[in-house]
């Protein structure tokens, strides 16, 4: 491991000059990798994984069009593509990367095949940590591991491909083995990470909850929101305000903020943007640290947990999310959205 400066604070990290990827070819030689599900994290991964070099086999249901995804990427029915129990059977390395509701629902069939010996790798500690509300204990004689990237399954692909790799936490819950932090990092290397770094199945889960109705997703939706509708309601153009609100953010400043950090982003606007940014970055955060102390303990008690395997258990979850996302896709905001992204030079062929 590396030991890195983050801040003052001494972090461990794994990369490729500690990790190499022909180490983790090694370690990985005799498993058979069976990833479970292939629809958000499971293309990325499997792919990556392949065309690392690794013995790779995909589960899902057959028929759907995940399945049809599978076999445009190349799995082939009854060679390296299966029905999800007869690919969890097959594997030494079970990736378990169905939905959490879908875990929930699958465990019986998963856990059954499972064997002595065997590695249950999670993308997510959901399952684990809430295990009182999902029912997922796995057996004592499997070793149980997590790596989760940083990103959506489509970066996880795309990232790799452009050879920069995708950061991605790593965690043992069950050394059964004695080999599960080798096969962890193995794994987390061969999927296409550019680092590794530690932590537990909870401080897992409880960050990636926070943060995706956090600032990753519900706090930046909510916020868009709230200035575009403030900029519209004093006459601003449906253009003007989601200019200013989205387009500019990300097809500009999130990237420097990305390339040089925030701090950078401060001393190279104007002046007038400078202070005032300044000015108003401290009023911002009283403003929304006690949302986040609430969210954060609603993740915490379990609740969050609660409500996403409730709704998702509902029969008609589906058409709900449908009407939901129907009503943003048809408002001004994301209409004026779809307006400008059509205007790009990219999408007008120029």
């Not at 009182?132 to 940083?150: F, M, N, S, Y």
């Not at 390339?259 to 009283?286: I, P, V």
């Amino acid at each position: 491991m590396a030991k890195i400066d983050f801040g003052g604070v001494m972090e461990d990290v794994v990369t490729l000059e500690e990790f190499p990827l022909e180490k983790a070819q090694a370690v990985l030689k005799d498993e058979t990798v069976a990833v479970l599900g292939y629809g958000v994290q499971g293309p990325g991964q499997a792919l990556n994984l392949r065309d690392n070099g690794i013995r790779v086999i995909v589960g899902q249901r057959e028929g759907g069009r995940s399945w049809e995804h599978a076999v445009e990427d190349g799995f082939v029915p009854g060679q390296t593509l299966f029905p999800l129990e007869e690919a969890a059977e097959r594997g030494t390395v079970i990736q378990y990367l169905v939905s959490d509701a879908g875990q929930v629902a699958t465990w019986p069939a998963v856990k059954s095949r499972l064997e002595k010996g065997n590695a249950l790798y999670f993308s997510h500690g959901f399952s684990i940590v809430y295990k009182d509300q999902t029912g997922i204990i796995p057996p004592a004689e499997v070793d149980v591991i997590l790596v989760a990237p940083k990103g959506s399954g489509r970066t996880v692909r795309s990232n790799f491909l452009e050879g920069s790799g995708i950061n991605s936490s790593y965690a043992v819950f069950q050394d059964a083995t004695g080999q599960a932090t080798e096969r962890t990092m193995a794994l987390g290397i061969a999927i296409g990470s550019g680092y590794l770094f530690p932590t537990t199945f909870e401080k897992e889960v409880h960050s990636d909850l926070t943060g995706e109705r956090g600032v990753l997703m519900g706090c930046l939706a909510g916020v868009m929101e709230a200035q575009y509708d403030i900029l519209r309601r004093h006459g601003h153009s449906p253009s003007e305000a989601f200019n200013e609100t989205v387009e500019e953010l990300t097809q500009s400043l999130i990237k420097l903020v990305a390339e040089n950090g925030m701090d950078w982003m401060f001393g190279n606007c104007s002046t007038t943007a400078q202070r005032g940014a300044l000015d108003w970055k401290g009023r911002f955060k009283q403003a929304v640290e006690p949302v986040f102390k609430d969210l954060y303990q609603s993740v915490v008690s379990g609740e969050e947990t609660r409500v996403v395997l409730e709704a998702n258990s509902a029969p008609d979850y589906r058409t709900g999310l449908d009407k939901e996302l129907e009503t943003m896709r048809n408002s001004e905001m994301w209409k004026a959205g779809a307006a400008v992204r059509g205007l790009r030079p990219e999408r007008r062929g120029r």
